[in-house]
């Protein structure tokens, strides 16, 4: 399947970093790395084919037409760091295979080695029973003792041991089986709200990300999105907490004796 691999461009960086995503709990990943794409105004220079990976389950209809099976894209990009020698290439993949994602990350890394990636990062969610209106704190796995030192530079929560579901997490450990650094930051998502997108969550991984990468991407369209989403979160708990009363609660006394004592 080496065909799988299109490549419309083939930059040369001295050494490079690659973020990888794919969907999961509260899109934290895919948020992360398409708000670094759009801000780094990163350039795709290639993509992996989805035929091997995927089988489509159905179809679309337009004006009463079937329109032909949609794949879903696994796309790569590039930016050039014109402050330092170290690059970035990033995998975004639009969905998860139900059974091939060790294959699939295998493909992933064997472009990133084109590219000279000596380490690689993925975002995930931590489901705790953090509320929404908190800040969620970020918790951080590596594939080393040497980076989880690193991590302890940046406030960032250790937990000791944990499992990430996924590729965001199975990716980490198919770059250890080839050598390959790779660390994952989770945000704190509540988890009451995991099928919900968290860009709060996102926002903090994206805070503690650029000071481990050193650049610089301006943060306040997240952040206003963030607290765009935090209203939103606001509202759908009050509409399920008038839910819950109005089905739940029941008067402490029979309806009948109550009218009976007003007459």
Known sequence: MKD???????????????????????????????????????????EIEPFNFFDPIGVRVKDNIIEAPQFPENKVYHWHNPSSNRDIILFIGDEQPSSKGYELANYVLDVSQKFKVKKVYTCAA????????????????????????????????????????????????????????????????????????????????????????????????????????????????AEAMEEFIERYTKPVWPQEEEEEEEE
């Not at 490079?16 to 795709?44: F, R, S």
């Open 126 to 237: 931590a489901i705790t029973r953090i509320h929404h209106s908190e800040k969620p704190k970020v918790w951080g796995v590596a594939t080393n003792q040497k980076l989880i030192e690193t991590l302890r530079k940046y406030d960032i929560v250790l937990r000791g041991e944990l499992q990430i579901a996924g590729l965001n997490g199975l990716f980490l450990g198919v770059a250890k089986e080839r050598g390959i650094e790779g660390i994952c930051l989770l945000g704190e998502v509540p988890m009451y709200a995991t099928r919900i997108p968290n860009p709060k969550a996102s926002l903090a991984i994206l805070g503690v990300m650029t000071k481990i990468l050193d650049i610089d991407i301006n943060l306040t369209e997240l952040a206003n999105l963030a607290k765009e989403s935090d209203e939103e979160m606001k509202k759908l708990a």
């Open 4 to 46: 799988a691999i299109k490549l419309y461009k083939e930059p040369r960086p001295k050494t490079c970093d690659l973020i990888a995503a794919w969907p999961g709990i509260g899109n934290v990943a895919l948020i992360v790395a398409q708000y670094m794409k759009d801000k780094l105004n990163a350039e795709q220079i290639g």
